[in-house]
Nanobody, 124 residues
Framework: QVQLVESGGSSVQAGGSLRLSCAASGITYCTYDMSWYRQAPGKEREFVSSIDRYGSITYADSVKGRFTISRGNAKDTVYLQMNSLKPEDTAEYYC??????????????????WGQGTQVNVSS
């Protein structure tokens, strides 16, 4: 069974830093991409950053130069280092796992999975 567990959300002042973590389990034999999204109150969920199976990284323009996505050594954990936080970064942050294949990955695992979300509050 595929599971995602997020952590690291908190309340900080503008200019501060936070590091979010997302640990995936049940994906040992699968190939996947991982990304972060966020959703502020009253707004649609928006893309923040992604790292694909090849290590290619993409950022939303709004976070470029401030946020850094990375994978843990075991590659089943993704981190989002957030620096120079702004009040507009306040949102629920969600980890997304996209399983795309893998020789021994069960076919019915090929899907998108979301974490439960972790709240980030940035005060001015």
């Amino acid at each position: 069974q595929v599971q995602l567990v997020e952590s690291g959300g908190s309340s900080v002042q503008a200019g501060g830093s936070l590091r979010l973590s997302c640990a995936a389990s049940g994906i040992t034999y699968c190939t996947y991409d991982m990304s972060w999204y966020r959703q502020a109150p009253g707004k649609e969920r928006e893309f923040v950053s992604s790292i694909d199976r090849y290590g290619s990284i993409t950022y939303a323009d709004s976070v470029k130069g401030r946020f850094t996505i990375s994978r843990g050594n075991a590659k089943d954990t993704v981190y989002l280092q957030m620096n120079s936080l702004k009040p507009e970064d306040t949102a629920e942050y969600y980890c997304k796992l996209k399983i795309v294949g893998g020789l021994f990955c069960p076919r019915d695992y090929l899907n998108d999975y979301w974490g439960q979300g972790t709240q980030v509050n940035v005060s001015s």
